[in-house]
């Protein structure tokens, strides 16, 4: 682990995605960690190329602006724009050193669900996170854990059980941390606007409008109401 550091930071909480579209699970996730972890600066990341998938169904400057309003409307949280206004595909190493540059020795908490984190070991430089920052890994009711050989040998060597460690150093320590379970997705979303039914409540008015009016997800006219 990373040293502790003689004057410390606040800490920084950093929840990527691709946010396609960004919905009601996302933003509750987010909301319970950033106050379970007390943090005042707490960025939702979307990502320009995801490295992982093909490809997204809205452009990135569109889920950027679906982010936006989403954000506007959520006290505390911010978007870091950084990953869309990166060219290449966006890798989470390259936005870590380049926040790690811009905040010093602040503690970076890199909040990923437990699906992504069981897969941390295909992350470009996955070993290498470790060194820029913490990782905090929601869990829900439903998560299973599943650390592959080395991964899973990394991870058990840096558990922890509470916060304070995470205040102590700038990285280094992995944080399992219990978020509510909803039963949302970005691809049920988007399945059920393509076949023209209504994804009310499910996301916030303002992004469902802007899909509406950008006429993303859509293969016909959408309901109203």
Same mark, same amino acid.
Request: net charge neutral; aromatic share 6%.
């Given at each position: 682990?990373?040293?502790?550091?003689?004057?410390? *930071?606040?800490? #920084? %909480?950093?929840?990527?995605?691709?946010?396609?579209?960004? =919905?009601?699970? =996302? @933003?509750?996730?987010?909301? +319970?960690?950033?106050?379970? $972890?007390?943090?005042?600066?707490?960025? @939702?990341?979307?990502? %320009?190329?995801?490295?992982?998938?093909?490809?997204?169904?809205?452009?990135?400057? &569109?889920?950027?602006?679906?982010? &936006?309003?989403?954000?506007?409307? !959520?006290?505390?949280?911010?978007?870091? /724009?950084?990953? #869309?206004?990166?060219?290449?595909?966006?890798?989470?190493? /390259?936005?870590?050193?380049?926040?790690?540059?811009?905040?010093?020795?602040?503690?970076? $908490?890199?909040?990923? %669900?437990?699906?992504?984190?069981?897969? @941390? /070991?295909?992350?470009? *430089?996955?070993?290498? $996170?470790? !060194? $820029?920052?913490?990782?905090?890994?929601? &869990?829900?009711?439903?998560?299973?854990?599943?650390? *592959?050989?080395?991964? %899973? /040998?990394?991870? &058990?060597?840096?558990?922890?059980?509470?916060?304070?460690?995470?205040? +102590?150093?700038?990285?280094?320590?992995?944080?399992?941390?219990?978020?509510?379970?909803?039963?949302?997705? !970005?691809?049920?979303?988007?399945? @059920?606007?393509?076949?023209?039914?209504?994804?009310?409540?499910?996301?916030?008015?303002?992004?469902?409008?802007?899909?509406?009016?950008?006429?993303?997800?859509?293969?016909?006219?959408?309901?109203?109401?």
């Amino acid at each position: 682990m990373s040293p502790a550091t003689d004057t410390p *930071r606040p800490a #920084i %909480g950093l929840f990527g995605g691709t946010f396609d579209p960004v =919905h009601y699970g =996302h @933003l509750r996730a987010a909301l +319970e960690t950033k106050e379970k $972890l007390e943090l005042d600066d707490f960025r @939702l990341l979307p990502a %320009g190329t995801p490295a992982l998938r093909t490809s997204t169904t809205a452009s990135a400057a &569109q889920r950027l602006a679906m982010l &936006q309003l989403a954000a506007a409307d !959520s006290s505390g949280f911010s978007v870091d /724009d950084r990953e #869309i206004r990166r060219s290449g595909k966006s890798y989470m190493v /390259d936005t870590l050193l380049e926040i790690r540059k811009e905040s010093g020795s602040a503690p970076l $908490l890199l909040v990923i %669900g437990q699906d992504a984190a069981n897969q @941390l /070991d295909r992350w470009h *430089r996955w070993r290498t $996170l470790f !060194s $820029l920052a913490h990782l905090v890994v929601m &869990q829900r009711p439903e998560s299973t854990v599943g650390w *592959r050989s080395e991964l %899973g /040998d990394t991870i &058990q060597d840096r558990l922890v059980s509470s916060v304070a460690p995470l205040r +102590e150093s700038p990285a280094g320590c992995v944080l399992p941390l219990t978020v509510t379970q909803l039963a949302i997705s !970005s691809s049920g979303i988007r399945a @059920l606007l393509s076949s023209g039914r209504s994804a009310r409540y499910l996301l916030p008015d303002a992004v469902l409008e802007y899909a509406e009016r950008n006429k993303l997800y859509f293969a016909a006219q959408p309901p109203k109401g």
